[in-house]
């Protein structure tokens, strides 16, 4: 089945039917990989439809997966990010990457990580995400050439810095990936895998973490906004 589009308060959505095809879609296309959840396309930012509508916007998260459903009738799977990005390097030979973001701390053991579980892959480049002089960031990024630039400063900064990028790096791949250098470094914990098939990782992170609370509240207005959208349209 190919990639299925599909248009929701200004965005447009890109939906595979499995990690694979995305992971095999972004090896033969040069573009920014953004990741929507319901958060994302409730706000309708138009820095982030800017961004997306130029490159492509994939479903991760449960509320975006919920909304592309029912809008196709068709039954389109959650791809998250931080699946994506390791399923990407897990396809790569000696290319070079970068990697930006998260403490200085996470970053280190990201690269350690890598180069074990992923040895032919070529660190070109890496920077922490708490930086001040971004001009000489993305100077030192352009003058590495990487093929591929994992980038996880949270949304919409990674989305800005990957634009930025693009201009100077055309044929590089980005994959702006918000907390997953946190993941796969075991500062933070992803929902056991039950919880996951229940579609319940959103509430695993609010427990772990009732800061959030505030934007997961997006989630059943997103869910409610949809449907309005959808018995308009109809
Ligand atoms: N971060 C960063 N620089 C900043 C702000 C955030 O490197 O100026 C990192 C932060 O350490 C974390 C990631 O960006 O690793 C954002 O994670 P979050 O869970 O907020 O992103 P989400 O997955 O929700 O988009």
């Known amino acids: 089945m190919p990639p299925i589009s599909t248009q929701l308060f200004g965005f447009n959505i890109t939906s595979f039917s499995s990690l694979q095809q995305l992971t095999d879609y972004c090896l033969e296309n040069p573009a920014i990989y953004v990741s929507l959840n319901a958060e994302a396309l409730y706000h309708e930012s138009k820095e982030l439809t800017d961004v997306v509508n130029k490159n492509i916007g994939y479903c991760d998260g449960i509320g975006a997966v919920f909304a592309v459903n029912l809008l196709n009738r068709q039954k389109i799977r959650k791809t998250p990010g931080c699946e994506?990005?390791?399923?990407?390097?897990?396809?790569l030979?000696?290319?070079?990457?970068?990697?930006?973001?998260?403490?200085?701390?996470?970053?280190?053991i990201v690269k350690k990580n890598i180069g074990a579980d992923y040895p032919n892959v070529?660190?070109?480049?890496s920077h922490d995400g708490f930086f001040q002089n971004k001009e000489k960031v993305l100077n030192e990024i352009v003058q590495a050439h990487p093929k591929f630039v994992f980038v996880a400063l949270g949304q919409p900064k990674q989305e800005q810095l990957c634009m930025e990028l693009q201009r100077h790096l055309p044929d590089a791949t980005f994959f702006p990936i918000?907390?997953?250098?946190?993941?796969y470094a075991g500062k933070v914990n992803r929902a056991p895998k039950w919880l996951i098939k229940l579609h319940l990782e959103w509430l695993y992170r609010l427990i772990k973490d009732p800061k959030r609370w505030r934007r997961q509240l997006v989630l059943p207005m997103f869910l409610f906004k949809t449907i309005t959208h959808k018995l308009k349209i109809n």
Do not use: H, P
């Open 84 to 91: 994506l990005w390791l399923s990407v390097l897990n396809k």
């Open 178 to 183: 918000g907390g997953s250098f946190d993941v």
């Open 122 to 125: 070529d660190i070109a480049y």
């Open 93 to 108: 030979k000696s290319e070079k990457i970068a990697l930006i973001g998260a403490e200085y701390s996470t970053l280190e």
